[in-house]
């Protein structure tokens, strides 16, 4: 298999498991789980002094801001990082794709990230949204973070498996019409999941708080006693 076919199936086939990896955290977090879309913000702002985080949330237009902005830049970093693993895969593999190891690949692309996963994010493993005791969130958010990144591996796999199949109706293509016809079938299926996740995104978006998070009580209307109307509750 050539060098650029290998680059282009596996660019293909990763940014499409990254796609369905993000989609499938997405119905996760719909379903109260955290995932590392939330969670990685979480564990860096720690490490941000009170000064520079104050003044970066002044500069984006606030917390709320600066929490779309997070959740947004980890989905984009993500898909960005799978497209290069897919590239990378490609490469190794491209001379033998029809005999790639299972165990190799759960291995890099499952159990290195769930290991790497645990210890980076154990302080905030044990969020849930739906009230669940700590441990117990902790191994939740572990299985379905184990879930996703098997989905992503395993349609990696098949997916550059299903890309770069040498033989098609007794007929040996080296790369069109069979790869463009296969890669135009892959697009759609992650144009379809890609549909699914916006849809997701819209609905964790309305159901969040952003619609009154932020209020400010100050200026002209200012008053003794605050009216309770003009109350509203701080979250996270």
Request: aromatic content about 10%; overall charge positive.
């Amino acid at each position: 298999m050539s060098r650029t076919k290998a680059i282009f199936a596996g660019l293909v086939a990763g940014l499409l498991g990254g796609i369905v990896m993000t989609t499938v955290m997405l119905l996760l977090a719909a379903l109260g789980v955290a995932t590392p879309l939330v969670i990685i913000g979480d564990r860096l702002s720690v490490f941000i002094p009170p000064g520079p985080f104050l003044s970066l949330m002044s500069k984006v237009g606030g917390y709320n801001h600066l929490k779309q902005i997070g959740v947004g830049s980890t989905i984009v970093g993500q898909l960005v990082v799978s497209a290069i693993g897919g590239v990378i895969f490609g490469l190794f593999v491209r001379r033998n794709p029809a005999r790639v190891s299972a165990m190799w690949t759960i291995s890099i692309f499952v159990l290195l990230p769930i290991v790497a996963g645990a210890i980076a994010l154990w302080p905030v493993l044990g969020t849930s949204y739906v009230g669940l005791p700590i441990d117990v969130a902790r191994l939740v958010t572990l299985v379905g973070f184990a879930l996703c990144v098997f989905l992503f591996e395993r349609t990696l796999v098949l997916g550059f498996q299903f890309l770069t199949t040498r033989k098609i109706s007794q007929q040996d293509y080296e790369f069109t019409p069979a790869i463009g016809r296969r890669a135009f079938v892959l697009s759609a299926i992650g144009v379809a999941a890609a549909g699914g996740g916006v849809a997701l995104v819209r609905k964790l978006y309305r159901a969040a708080t952003f619609s009154y998070d932020g209020t400010q009580y100050k200026g002209r209307i200012v008053e003794p006693i605050t009216p309770n109307e003009l109350f509203y509750c701080v979250t996270k």
